[in-house]
């Protein structure tokens, strides 16, 4: 069965930085690639970075040179650095795998960045 808990989230100022985690169950997690998303309110889920199994990152521009993604095989388990945090990024954050993602979405983790 699969299962995606992420964690992290919280409310920060702006120019604030926080670092998410996702632990994931029930995939063959190091040869799968993952990705994070977001869902702000009244907007669609979109991608905010994906990372290979071997470790190859790409971002949305509107993140790019602010967050890091990166994973642990070995805890199965994807990270999300944050930093320079802006109030347009203030969402819920979901991981799951790097497109196309899973019908199943975790319960995601709420991040308020206040201006």
């Known amino acids: 069965q699969v299962q995606l808990v992420e964690s992290g989230g919280g409310l920060v100022q702006a120019g604030g930085s926080l670092r998410l985690s996702c632990a994931a169950s029930?995939?063959?997690?190091?040869?799968?690639?993952m990705a994070w998303y977001r869902q702000a309110p009244g907007k669609q889920r979109e991608l905010v970075a994906g990372?290979?199994?071997?470790?190859?990152?790409n971002y949305a521009d509107s993140v790019k040179g602010r967050f890091t993604v990166s994973r642990d095989n070995a805890k199965n388990t994807v990270y999300l650095q944050m930093n320079s945090l802006k109030p347009e990024d203030t969402a819920v954050y979901y991981c799951?795998?790097?497109?196309?993602?899973?019908?199943?979405w975790g319960k995601g983790t709420l991040v308020t960045v206040s201006s």
């Open positions: 029930g995939i063959i997690f190091s040869l799968t690639a």
């Open positions: 799951n795998k790097k497109s196309p993602p899973m019908a199943y």
């Open positions: 990372i290979t199994f071997g470790g190859s990152t």
